[in-house]
């Protein structure tokens, strides 16, 4: 009961002296959202007795009637009276927006104009301070969240970025570092001017929103001490100011997270670096890949045929096709098939024959490429699940996604060969006898990859 009654005073007499205490002692600051036991507190049942804290009765009588001046919190100070008449100014005018009294709204100066009870007025001003102050205070929740969370976070993610780039830079460099130590340091200087370019965006976007929050709590603890301290008679000609501080606070704009928050990929990118990189590791021992890199039966298309030793595919002609068994795993229209070694880490590099064919296509899918129908879905390079080198009708391109690059080639490549390297994100196209890089294309492999090929003219042959 004694606390009812507490929280009735404090909605109902904003002005006394003890509020703000009272306010304090139930840990309303600024941090918290004073404002909903404000607007809350309205009407309260106290002891079986209504508390209204609009100063407006529950009944029909005339808003100073129901209950008295001190009860509803209009008048927080002594009363002033009207000048003219002597009578208590009790009545807000809102064409001059002045006090006035009951006879200058009836027969005074003030005759015709739009008025209303001050306690209404005070109901109202109080009211919307009570929504521009919540919104206020769910705007700089956002900035906090966007200060703690997404900066934290980018900030967390440019070192890792970072720290993989120079990775990148150094594992490359390590295949021929006597002939790249200038390309090595040309890129780690790169990678170090591109992560002090995104700190220091990093460090201006933490100063400009901790800077606009600041502004903007300050704003909002005025507003409130606006609206727990001002008596009503100078609240209600405070109106302007009020106003003004809003209007500032509402020129505080939101965040957003941008490119520029960012490390740029390409700064840890070297066309030399990748050329000298990739010969190096292509004349190795391992240039031909696993031995257990073979075809896989089950995804074998019915317009072709394995060999024994399942690394040959040759295109059958219709006369010679048969229906294989079905297989959830099988291309059942386009002549694809697809390796059997999944990678998703380290380097790999297979080599492939294709000898006099005038139409294939070699390269990398996700396993969860499309194997049935005659769409896009299932055609190798034209869709986002795989990645190929294309030759038709004497033309090279690489194709993914629909879109073809046209590659220019010297000469007509008996081998192509195929170097992944997991770490960098780097799919390479190169010449195995020239050694010479036909096209590579750095992307984020969100899955484990297989070998792809498709053929439509004689044959192709993976070689160990």
């Known amino acids: 009961m004694s606390k009812e009654l507490v929280t009735c005073e404090l909605i109902c007499s904003p002005t006394s002296s003890e509020q703000g205490e009272t306010l304090k002692s139930k840990g309303m600051d600024c941090e918290q959202p004073i404002f909903s036991v404000l607007s809350g507190g309205v009407k309260m049942e106290v002891g079986g007795e209504s508390c209204d804290g609009g100063g407006g009765g529950g009944g029909a009588a005339s808003p100073a009637a129901t209950i008295s001046d001190t009860e509803s919190g209009i008048f927080s100070g ?10 208590e100014l009790d009545w807000f005018c809102a064409t001059e927006q002045k006090l006035i009294c009951s006879h200058c709204a009836i027969v005074g100066s003030c005759h015709g104009h739009t008025v209303t009870p001050l306690a209404t007025r005070v109901t109202t001003v109080r009211n919307q301070l009570v929504d521009v102050c919540e919104k206020m205070q769910l705007k700089a929740l956002r900035l906090e969240r966007f200060i703690d969370q997404t900066l934290t976070t980018k900030e967390q993610k ?44 990093l460090l201006t976007q933490r100063a400009h929103w901790s800077q606009a929050l600041a502004s903007l709590s300050q704003t909002r603890s005025r507003l409130v001490h606006t609206l727990t301290h001002t008596p009503d008679a100078q609240l209600v000609t405070s109106v302007q100011d009020i106003a003004e501080r809003v209007e500032e606070a509402e020129g505080v704009g939101e965040p957003c997270d941008t490119e520029q928050l960012n490390l740029n990929p390409g700064c840890s990118d070297s066309k030399l670096l990748r050329g000298l990189w990739a010969t190096a590791v292509l004349l190795g021992p391992n240039a031909y890949g696993s031995p257990y890199l073979k075809f896989d039966e089950r995804t074998l298309s019915p317009l072709l045929s394995l060999s024994d030793d399942f690394c040959t595919l040759t295109f059958l002609y219709k006369k010679v096709r048969k229906s294989p068994p079905y297989d959830p795993a099988r291309f059942d229209c386009w002549p694809n098939a697809l390796g059997s070694l999944s990678m998703s880490s380290g380097t790999h590099s297979w080599v492939v024959d294709v000898g006099q064919s005038g139409a ?15 769409g896009n879905e299932a055609r190798l390079g034209y869709n986002t699940q795989s990645w190929v080198l294309s030759h038709y009708d004497r033309d090279y391109s690489f194709v993914h996604a629909g879109k073809k690059v046209p590659l220019q080639v010297v000469r007509t490549p008996k081998k192509i060969g195929l170097l992944l390297d997991w770490p960098s994100q780097t799919l390479l196209f190169y010449e195995p006898d020239s050694g010479a890089v036909l096209y590579s294309v750095t992307q984020h492999f969100s899955a484990p990859l297989l070998p792809a090929c498709a053929v439509t003219d004689r044959s192709i042959t993976i070689l160990h």
């Open 78 to 87: 002594e009363c002033e009276l009207c000048v003219e008449h002597e009578s």
């Open 360 to 374: 294939f296509k070699v390269g990398v899918c996700y396993a969860s490429l499309e194997r049935k129908g005659s």
């Open 158 to 201: 440019l070192q890792a970025a970072a720290s993989r780039a120079r990775e990148t830079v150094l594992a490359q460099v390590s295949a021929a570092r006597e002939a790249l130590e200038e390309e090595e340091q040309r890129l780690l200087e790169e990678v170090h001017r591109e992560e002090e370019r995104v700190e220091q965006c």
